[in-house]
């Protein structure tokens, strides 16, 4: 049986962090400790996806299996083996 | 739309002459008598009023307080260094009205507020939010709500891009799709980022003067300059937004 997270990524946290990432975190895994463990593994890339607190940065867009998971709980989402968890930071520039 | 019903022209069937055949006859005439505003004339507002006036769009309005300076030249196509320290809008509308005298454009040197947002919208078939921040864009976003104007939106930041357009009524606006707006400067941009989204956000506003279904419906359709490929992130209207949901009469 498939064991580990499925991790996409767009723009620029595909820069960042790659895409199509398989990465495995402990259960009972969570939004968080997907985002943790993204973090973990690359130091540069954690400044734009958490904020200084550690925690997830508000306006990153985040969703499982394809279905956006949004409020003030969404960090605490429960996440399992083979689910797909996908970040995106939305821009502001025109 | 923009006073008098304008009927196409002998000069118009030939200017439009490698575009009617996909638009028709008549979907060219609705170009020709539509008015759409374009709120931001920088890197996505000039590719865009461009294409929107090569289109034949027959109304345009350019909205920007800001003055043409040196930095914005790598992506603000239709400045040049004559024109630094005048008005965008003033500029813009002069150069898009010398490529087809026969439109009308409508430069308003005015900042988006409360007080402003509603005027600058009125009389318009579409909104085209090009504009640099969340706040002035939440604003346009619940004023298009409230006046049940198409609004599409794009921003950018790098290599990278994001086109979402918006139906009141029939689909998730702004601010379900960007609840939280990201913080931080402004972003380096490459001109020609703000060159492809601008270009789609023209796209969509055509879309829907034809009747076509916009492609950035329901979806923040990404960009990504660095891979060169497209994607669709899903949006879902929010049941408790504050633009279009139970929490727009709250704020």
């Known amino acids: ?94 | 739309m923009a006073g008098r019903h304008r009927d196409l022209s002998d000069r118009d069937r030939e200017r439009y002459l490698r575009q009617i055949p996909l638009v028709g006859e008549e979907g060219q005439e609705n170009l020709l008598n539509a008015s759409i505003c374009i709120a931001g004339a920088g890197g996505l507002g000039c590719p865009a009023a461009l294409y929107l006036a090569a289109a034949g769009v027959g109304h345009i309005r350019i909205v920007d307080d800001d003055v043409v300076s040196m930095s914005n030249l790598n992506r603000q196509v239709l400045y040049g260094e004559a024109d630094i320290a005048k008005s965008k809008a003033g500029i813009a509308a002069e150069k898009i009205r010398s490529l087809d005298p026969g439109i009308q454009v409508e430069p308003r040197d005015v900042t988006l507020t409360e007080e402003t947002v509603f005027p600058v919208t009125e009389g318009m078939d579409i909104v085209v939010d090009a504009l640099d921040n969340y706040p002035a864009r939440y604003l346009l976003n619940a004023v298009a709500q409230e006046r049940g104007i198409p609004l599409v939106h794009a921003a950018v930041s790098g290599y990278f891009g994001q086109l979402l357009t918006v139906l009141p009524g029939r689909s998730a606006c702004l601010q379900c799709a960007v609840p939280n707006p990201p913080a931080g400067n402004p972003p380096p941009v490459l001109g020609v980022t703000a060159g492809i989204l601008g270009c789609m956000q023209a796209g969509e506003a055509l879309r829907i003067l034809l009747g076509d279904e916009p492609l950035a419906k329901d979806a923040l359709v990404v960009w990504d300059g660095k891979t060169g490929s497209w994607e669709k992130i899903r949006v879902r209207r929010d049941p408790g937004c504050s633009a279009c949901g139970r929490g727009k009469n709250n704020g």
């Open chain 1, 1 to 94: 049986m498939d064991d580990t997270i499925h991790v996409r990524t767009f723009a620029r946290f595909r820069e960042l962090f790659g895409d199509g990432l398989e990465i495995a975190v402990a259960a009972p895994a969570t939004v968080r400790s997907v985002a943790a463990e993204l973090a973990r593994v690359n130091p540069a890339g954690a400044r734009e996806l958490l904020d200084g607190e550690g925690n997830l940065s508000k306006s990153v867009i985040v969703m499982v299996n394809r279905e956006r998971v949004a409020g003030a709980g969404r960090e605490d989402v429960p996440v399992h083996p083979g689910d797909e968890v996908a970040f995106y930071p939305p821009v502001a520039g025109g």
